[in-house]
């Protein structure tokens, strides 16, 4: 069921079209979506002259399972979706990509999940065409790390071709080699090992991957951010323009429901436990300090909003869709 094609659910809308049906009713189970797709795929907004858009690829409602918070109950975990005003049910992971014009530049910050990694995501390229973004304008890519969800649109499923074949693709130093060193595959779970293999049959062989070290303007007023943890290089984009700045935080700060609420939270996802919550807190206190706005790549659609201080905690007001 998992392996239906996108294709698979064009066919199916198009049926559900022709007999005037809801789509939701027709594409059976693994597309048995709760959550309404935002009325628009993606939304615009300014920090200071730089435009910045949000472009939505999807949602991915996890199931809930008692290991995936270490140091917290699969109760507590619904606690916190009910006080973020999400669904009890399951964890709500949506997927956002963000395109940046700065400086005369189109730079597209991670890849969507290319329609490969949940059935239920895969829609970033009709958005931004929807958008007004024509994907072959665009300049460079930066890449925060290397996880399914923020590289697989960057490969052609099945064949690994490049879908943006003469894009820069910039991404940490430290990143490229953890997964590429074929060491690494040992050291894995089992879980992650078929994405490194993946990641070292491609990567190598492409001439326009640049790898940069620390954290360098890779754009017109955008930095990398070291925040470790998440991946050994997991990186977060920092934009500025005039007086306003932007955290483009990525997986620092993943599900702001569970992580930005409870920072010492461990998710089986970061791979560093102890490493992720130092770079996350490091990170949420500078965006405070700085007052700047902060966007996340899992933070409910369109994923920019502010941060404070809450208690032990923090708390994320985001902007409507
Ligand atoms: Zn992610």
Not at 98 to 123: E, N, W, Y
Not at 295 to 307: M, Q, R
Request: with cysteine; charged share 20%; glycine share 10%.
């Amino acid at each position: 069921m998992l392996n239906l094609s996108r294709r698979d659910f064009v066919v199916s809308a198009g049926l559900a079209a022709a007999l005037g049906l809801n789509t939701r009713l027709v594409v059976g189970p693994a597309y048995a979506q709760k959550t309404p797709d935002p009325p628009k795929g993606f939304v615009t907004y300014k920090v200071g002259s730089a435009e910045v858009t949000a472009i939505y690829d999807g949602i991915w409602e996890k199931p809930h399972d008692p290991a995936f918070i270490s140091n917290a109950s699969v109760d507590d975990v619904k606690a916190a979706m009910v006080k973020a005003g999400l669904p009890a049910d399951f964890v709500s992971i949506p997927f956002t990509v963000v395109v940046v014009k700065t400086g005369g530049k189109t730079i597209l910050c991670d890849s969507g999940t290319g329609g490969q990694v949940q059935p239920t995501a895969g829609k970033l390229m009709d958005n931004m065409k929807a958008a007004g973004i024509d994907p072959t304008k665009i300049d460079a890519i930066l890449i925060s790390h290397f996880h399914p969800d923020h590289i697989f649109g960057l490969m052609e499923k099945d064949t690994n071709k490049p879908v943006f074949g003469n894009v820069e693709i910039i991404v940490s130093d430290v990143e490229y080699k953890f997964w590429t060193d074929p060491a690494v595959i040992e050291r894995l779970p089992e879980a992650r090992r078929g994405l490194a293999r993946r990641i070292q049959a491609v990567f190598p062989t492409w001439k326009n991957i640049r790898q940069v070290t620390g954290e360098p303007e890779v754009a017109p007023g955008i930095r990398f951010v070291n925040a470790p943890g998440h991946t050994p290089g997991h990186r977060a984009f920092h934009l500025s323009s005039g007086s306003s700045q932007l955290m483009i935080s990525n997986d620092t700060a993943y599900v702001p429901a569970l992580v930005v609420a409870n920072p010492g939270w461990r998710g089986v996802y970061d791979q560093d436990g102890a490493t992720a919550e130092t770079s996350r807190r490091a990170l949420l206190d500078r965006v405070i300090a700085d007052k700047m706005m902060i966007c996340g790549y899992h933070f409910p659609f369109p994923g920019a909003g502010t941060i404070a201080k809450d208690g032990s905690g923090y708390a994320l007001t985001v902007m409507k869709a």
